[in-house]
């Protein structure tokens, strides 16, 4: 019978491990960034060098404020808090992006000793466009309503004046057969029509 004392480890199949990791990280789409306790970049994929063009493997070991100012103060001010989800928007010199961030805790043993601060970016801009298309849309649409109720408002006022006249003289001509009062209520017709 083997025991567990008398296993070695078998160092290929952790290289395997190791190997199999490096790749899902670097396969990875979305950016992401591991920061130690200090605020100083740990490790990044190769999605975070088209998010921010000075990471490179001379910036591991730097403040995440110098390799990211425009993303520093979105990481300090969750500094304090558990994981979290937010939005931002970053503007690269010609047009803006948004970004789901997602920033969460790494801690050891003791649980409550943080190690530092795992962020990862979902680009969004794509979703915000649209968004805002049908924000557009909607606006363009309720001004559309908004005209067609004043137009049938108008229309039904409109129509409402000759339909009252029209109606009050088809009872004067039952009564009184006299052409006038046919022709008043031809001329509100033809203010319908």
Known sequence: MVHLADMRPNEEFYEMGRNARNEVVEDFRDPYLAV???GCL???NSA???LVDAIDEEAVGEPLEDVFPDFTEQV???ETEQSID???RLHDGSRYSYYDVSIAPRTGRPPNEQLGRLIVFREITTLKEREEELREREKTLEQQNERLDQFASMISHDLRNPLGIAKSYIDFARESG???DFDTIEE????MD
């Open 86 to 88: 937010t939005e931002i």
């Open 178 to 180: 006299d052409d006038e």
């Open 76 to 78: 300090d001010k969750f």
């Open 42 to 44: 740990v490790d990044f």
């Open 48 to 50: 975070s060098q088209q």
């Open 36 to 38: 130690d306790s200090e």
């Open 188 to 191: 509100s017709l033809d203010r």
